[in-house]
């Protein structure tokens, strides 16, 4: 099963940022051709959620309680999507995934990467 390759998260203090990054394998690159792409995140004992999601055109999308603080980019021509974290909280925790879907409805998640936020 192809998933997308993350970077590597990473323990962060309260109040500090962090920056994932996602993008195919090398091996779908060239074929890799996303429409809509998002990153989801699941905290123990809780249900995976939607974090920010970016389509093709630009349009974005946040869930409420991390509008104003995080960022999703994404480079088309570099197959890239970006979450950019800032002023980050506990409650930010969790393992966070890479999605990705095509025009054929065809989803690709990444392997998903821990984000720890605490002092």
């Known amino acids: 099963q192809v998933r997308l390759v993350e970077s590597r998260g990473g323990l962060v203090q309260p109040g500090g940022s962090l920056r994932l990054s996602c993008t195919a394998p090398r091996a779908i690159f060239s074929v890799f051709s996303p429409l809509d792409m998002a990153w989801y995140r699941q905290a123990p004992g809780k249900e995976r959620e939607l974090v920010a999601e970016?389509?093709?055109?630009?349009?974005?999308n946040y869930a409420d309680s991390v509008k104003g603080r995080f960022t999703i980019s994404r480079n088309n021509s570099r197959k890239t999507v970006w979450l950019q974290m800032n002023s980050l909280k506990p409650e930010d925790s969790a393992v966070y995934y890479c999605?990705?879907?095509?025009?054929?409805?065809?989803?690709?998640w990444g392997q998903g990467t821990q984000v720890t936020v605490s002092s």
């Open positions: 970016i389509s093709s055109a630009g349009t974005t």
């Open positions: 999605f990705s879907s095509n025009d054929r409805g065809e989803q690709t």
